[in-house]
């Protein structure tokens, strides 16, 4: 992945472009995020029935390639979808799946050397 390609999956993008959690159609949590630091902090702060809803949806995976670019992420998203977890089991996974791959794109060189990249 080029330098470019990282910068995009890890900038901040406008407010009408962020992730907005819900927890069923017209049901807001009031949280959002608009990157993917933000992201992967909401996901152990959101409730756990927003990572159902938008995980089901393929809500999440879409936000990960349109938005923020990120196809490797989006790729990994999609397989957690085909699992079928729901609940502490869900978000733990979801979180794992996206600080790997933040971890990455913040330090390349260290993801190299560890098994569990992306």
Do not use: C
Request: net charge positive.
């Amino acid at each position: 992945m080029t330098s470019e390609m990282n910068s995009k999956s890890l900038r901040t993008v406008p407010a009408d472009k962020a992730f907005k959690f819900y927890t069923s159609v017209g049901n807001y949590t009031g949280m959002s995020a608009s990157s993917l630091r933000e992201f992967m902090e909401k996901i152990n702060k959101v409730n756990v029935k927003s990572l159902e809803f938008h995980l089901g949806r393929g809500d999440f995976e879409k936000w990960t390639s349109e938005i923020l670019e990120d196809q490797a992420l989006s790729v990994e998203i999609r397989k957690l979808q085909k699992t079928g977890l729901t609940g502490e089991r869900l978000r733990s996974q979801l979180y794992l799946a996206v600080s790997r791959r933040f971890r990455y794109l913040t330090n390349p060189t260290a993801a190299v050397f560890s098994n569990k990249s992306l």
